[in-house]
């Protein structure tokens, strides 16, 4: 399982610089553990690009002035907040959720240690979702302006930042499928499969995982009701397909889940 690097720093919290984030804290890395930032740590593959040599390595290392602590229940950013910089977490997990008309939230995304946010706010310069920590976190923060000066020096780093715009679009379109032709159990057996081989690629089980997020998340992320998530979990628990015990989930049989998702592709 993979362990956050503990570098020596100071803190100190930034929630007057940032109102909106209030309960955040803010830890510039020393010059002396500069070095250690990004080129040694163990989530480097899953959100840097590969290949690359000592120079290029110590020029994204400088990248990495800051973390971020968020706590549970607070902020990364806000929809309409000016952006500015890219977000690799590093350790917690994240929802990203819109405000419908209705004023109810709705979640767009779920978001893991070794992926990038904040991609949301190229377009125009500013969020348009809210990015919610949902365990205590802490993310690196990557000024956008320095991430694009170093995205034309080094070619890998400018394949690197398309490719995860290009996982954002494959994403956007797996949710589309997802909510425009699948029906509920079909919902959750992709949504589980996926999350279970996000996890996995992370050095964590291929078929134990501890859910995040509420079964009610669940539901605003794959467009069904509360009572539809509750009911098709305990489906797949008579079905013997998982073992749930309240966040902790279990998959017995992932063919099952797979065979769901593959007789909708299928049809």
Avoid: W
């Amino acid at each position: 399982m993979p362990q956050p690097i503990h570098l020596h720093r100071t803190e100190q919290g930034n929630a007057a610089a940032h109102p909106a984030h209030a309960g955040a804290t803010v830890i510039p890395i020393s010059a002396g553990s500069i070095k250690v930032a990004c080129s040694n740590c163990n989530l480097r593959e899953l959100c840097m690009p590969m290949g690359l040599n000592k120079e290029e390595l110590d020029r994204i290392d400088a990248v990495v002035e800051i973390r971020r602590k968020v706590k549970k229940g607070d902020y990364l950013f806000n929809n309409g907040e000016k952006f500015s910089s890219l977000f690799a977490i590093r350790t917690g997990f994240f929802k990203t959720c819109i405000t419908a008309e209705d004023g109810r939230d709705q979640v767009t995304g779920f978001q893991m240690a070794g992926e990038v946010m904040g991609l949301d706010g190229i377009v125009n310069d500013h969020h348009t979702c809210d990015a919610v920590a949902l365990e205590d976190a802490e993310v690196c923060v990557m000024p956008f302006d320095r991430i694009e000066e170093l995205s034309r020096e080094i070619g890998s780093m400018q394949r690197h930042v398309h490719k995860i715009m290009s996982r954002e679009i494959v994403r956007e379109n797996g949710v589309m499928l997802l909510l425009g032709s699948m029906r509920a159990e079909e919902r959750l057996a992709a949504f589980l499969l996926n999350l279970v081989q996000r996890l996995h690629a992370r050095g964590f089980s291929q078929s134990e995982l501890v859910l995040r997020m509420t079964r009610e998340e669940i539901g605003s992320y794959l467009g069904l009701k509360l009572e539809t998530v509750s009911r098709t979990f305990s489906k797949f628990a008579e079905e013997k397909i998982i073992e749930v015990k309240q966040r902790h989930v279990r998959i017995i049989s992932s063919d099952a889940l797979r065979d769901l998702v593959n007789r909708t592709e299928c049809d």
